[in-house]
């Protein structure tokens, strides 16, 4: 945990770990208590034969009943669908969600066939490129300043798993959530991204479109994606 205020939980999405918030989570310490954890088949955290995203929902409402005060969670991407799922079962103070990743068309996508295609060929930095390129919108991941040195080539698997999940569910589909919600998305993001915040806003209300950037605003960004959370008092 990081700061001093009330509690505010960082969810990360697919290919990440908690290092994704490291440029984000300063710009916060002024105003919150942060709580950074690492999602299932992360860093320390656990991890179980079987998968589910409701597995994921059931680990992040476990954390958000450790505090007294109803904390304030921020998710970005896969951890977005996680909190806006968590926000309907838990208590909460606030809810922020930056693209969560929902299914909002019906259109068949191969992506996680292509992606594990190359996984079973060897080509690990090949099916990551592939997740970067064609769910996170970038055009270039190999010319990133992060590649490929803090790509997590390892969690390719993992991502695999998530985007199926997401493909296999109706998560997001209804929502009743009884806090205030901010809705963050980037103007150079990949319209199937943008099209989750368009799905959400006339349940959810506020959102906040971050000119001149991606999905990935957390970290290209980070003081201005900070600047845009509120707290009550």
């Known amino acids: 945990m990081y700061g001093e205020g009330p509690p505010i939980v960082l969810v990360h999405g697919s290919g990440e770990t908690r290092q ?9 310490t002024d105003r919150f208590t942060v709580v950074v ?10 991890d179980a034969d079987a998968y ?5 929902v059931a680990d992040l409402c476990t954390l958000l009943d450790i505090f007294d005060d109803d904390p304030a969670v921020f998710g970005h991407s896969f951890g977005g669908l996680i909190a806006l799922e968590a ?14 990743a929902l299914q909002t068309s019906n259109d068949a996508n191969d992506l996680p066939a292509r992606m594990q295609k190359r996984i079973d060929n060897g080509e690990r930095e090949a099916a990551m490129e592939l997740f970067y390129r064609e769910e996170a919108g970038l055009p270039a991941p190999t ?3 992060i590649w490929p040195d803090r790509i997590h080539f390892d969690l390719a698997e993992t991502v695999v798993r998530e985007l199926r999940a997401v493909q296999a569910s109706d998560h997001g589909s209804s929502v009743d959530i009884d806090c205030s919600t901010l809705l963050l998305t980037g103007e150079q993001s990949p319209d199937h991204l943008r099209s989750s915040i368009n799905t959400l806003q006339p349940t959810l209300g506020q959102c906040v479109e971050l000119d001149a950037v991606g999905h990935v605003g957390t970290q290209t960004a980070p003081e201005r994606v900070a600047n845009t959370i509120q707290t009550d008092s």
């Open 143 to 145: 010319q990133l300043p």
């Open 52 to 56: 589910s995203l409701d597995r994921e």
């Open 20 to 28: 994704a918030w490291n440029p984000l989570y300063p710009h916060l």
């Open 37 to 46: 954890p690492d999602r299932r088949g992360r860093g320390k955290s656990g």
């Open 87 to 100: 926000a309907q079962e838990s208590s909460l103070d606030q809810l922020v969600l930056y693209e969560p």
